[in-house]
């Protein structure tokens, strides 16, 4: 079997192609820490501004207190080409009264599951990019996104 070629890609298009991809992958996986153990699971954003990724999440889940020991995080997504993005960040606990109930106005099934932005299990974290890379299938490659 011939191995694949990748086409190329013009640098300028990588930050494009990438908000694509993040835009298109409903699911992306998020990787924690647990001691020295990495944890991996998939997660529904509920919001995404650039790179810049919303996750909602339960007190009493266990990603909140890897997250609260060591809040660096990475989010890959992932197409059904195999493209993706991985997105490196910090995860920052949202505390801003007014960007809360935005999230919550806009998301049928946080209200669904927990009744009231008010609910005492309810915690949003904000996940900041430090690192943005893209890959296409094949490519072997990596090509760093710039942050603004």
């Excluded at 009231?116 to 900041?128: E, F, R, T």
Aim: aromatic fraction near 8%.
């Amino acid at each position: 079997m011939p191995k694949p070629t990748p086409e190329p890609i013009d640098p300028a298009k990588v930050p494009q192609l990438a908000a694509e991809l993040v835009k298109k992958v409903k699911f992306p996986v998020l990787a924690t820490i647990d001691n020295d153990q990495p944890r991996l699971r998939p997660v529904s954003p509920v919001r995404t501004d650039g790179f810049t990724v919303y996750v909602a999440n339960l007190k009493s889940y266990g990603k909140t207190a890897e997250i609260a020991t060591n809040p660096k995080v990475e989010l890959c997504y992932v197409d059904e080409e195999h493209n993706q993005v991985r997105i490196t960040g910090v995860a920052e606990v949202v505390i801003d009264r007014a960007l809360l109930e935005d999230i919550w106005n806009s998301n049928r099934l946080l209200q669904h599951y927990l009744g009231s932005v008010d609910n005492p299990q309810l915690i949003v974290y904000k996940i900041v990019p430090n690192r943005v890379r893209f890959m296409l299938e094949w490519a072997l490659e990596y090509y760093e996104v710039p942050l603004a």
